[in-house]
């Protein structure tokens, strides 16, 4: 496999537990970054809400903190995984940090590149709890990342259920999809990992995903936490015939890595058994951008 088209990405199932100090909770992080330093991960996905353990620091309540007190650890949040990312010269999907626009409230997914930068995509599609409870609002626009290895995307958990997001960043010429998540019980689960499957046949991408597992006693709204990493291929010849790279344990505290041939992807566009992003009908139902 030529190096340029290769990429190893790692994906965290991340187990969250009630932290009593940043330090603590920087420790884990921490621990599964050097892991998939080990394995020799150029990516690794962190999930959706990986902060959230924060809001149990100093609580008395047994309900956690507000979840308007989360951005006030941005700065923090954002120096560990840069000098994480520079210390070992990868690309950290850092999994969403919930941050401040003005009033508003952004579950925000953020990107640390190697030289310690990083970018920043907002989850488009807020679901009910999120909005109801915690007011976080959607984002305003999604964007692509060029990388060294190819050009890649980041759509948070629900927004993997929108056929249309998926479509318009495959247009933009990402090749793989980073989706962190986290979901509270199966039916959630099977949601965003179905749909991440049928996004990866209909553009022919890899998927990269994994979600939080253990619980958070003193955080409300975060107290059940179903998910399992994967990573997930078109359903064609080149690649495993359920579509499935590897996978983790369901709830296990562990990191799942692979080898993604960006190759494998052109030859099954090119001439696969089905070629379902040469075939789309854009005169019927064009490409958003």
Known sequence: MDDRLRMRVSSVQFALRDADSFEEWAEQVVHYARNASEYGAKFVLFPE??????LAIGDTSGKGRPIAELPAYTDRYVEL???LAREYGMYLIAGTHVTSLGDKLR????LFLPDGR???QDKIHITPSERDEWKVTGGDGVAVFDTEYGRIAVLTCYDIEFPEIVRMVRAKGADVIFCPSCTDDRHGFYRVRYCCHARAVENQVYIVTTGTVGSLRKVDFMRANYGQAAVIA??????PPRGILCEGEIGEDMLITADLDLSLLEDVRRAGSVTTWRDRRTDLYPDWN
């Not at 078109?234 to 690649?239: A, Q, Y």
């Open 118 to 120: 990083y970018r920043t």
């Open 107 to 110: 579950n925000t997914a953020f």
């Open 81 to 83: 995984f840069s000098g």
């Open 234 to 239: 078109p359903n064609d010849i080149p690649f």
């Open 49 to 54: 809400f990986i902060t959230t353990p924060l």
